[in-house]
């Protein structure tokens, strides 16, 4: 199994930045693809971006393209998350997600291993 502890949430105001990190442990850390999810309030979980396991392709949901930056570093097994131009509507709980496989995949059902979640609140 693999373990992920997101770290860097906090509340920032508007037009701001943040960087969510996600550090992993235990094994195939370096076999798969890695994802982040968002969910606000009385929403559903919902894909943010992901990152194949070379880091070569990336995938964006369309209301963070141009704003958030997805990288990965297999040497530390972190992968980060660039938040930049923050606005309100992108306050909510903020997971990292890893898969065994390299491909990187946008649905939460492909993946297996979720860490506990880190709040950003983006204040306006």
């Known amino acids: 199994q693999v373990q992920l502890v997101e770290s860097g949430g906090g509340l920032v105001q508007a037009g701001g930045s943040l960087r969510l990190s996600c550090a992993a442990s235990?094994?195939?850390?370096?076999?798969?693809?890695m994802g982040w999810f968002c969910q606000a309030p009385w929403h559903e979980r919902e894909f943010v971006a992901s990152i194949s396991r070379s880091g070569d392709s990336t995938y964006y949901a369309d209301s963070v393209k141009g704003r958030f930056t997805i990288s990965r570093d297999n040497a530390k097994n972190t992968v980060y998350l660039q938040m930049s131009s923050l606005k309100p509507e992108d306050t909510a709980v903020y997971y990292c997600?890893?898969?065994?496989?390299?491909?990187?995949?946008?649905?939460?059902?492909?993946?297996?291993?979720w860490g506990q979640g880190t709040q950003v609140t983006v204040s306006s």
């Open positions: 235990g094994r195939t850390f370096n076999t798969g693809a």
């Open positions: 997600a890893a898969r065994a496989t390299s491909a990187a995949v946008t649905t939460t059902s492909g993946y297996g291993a």
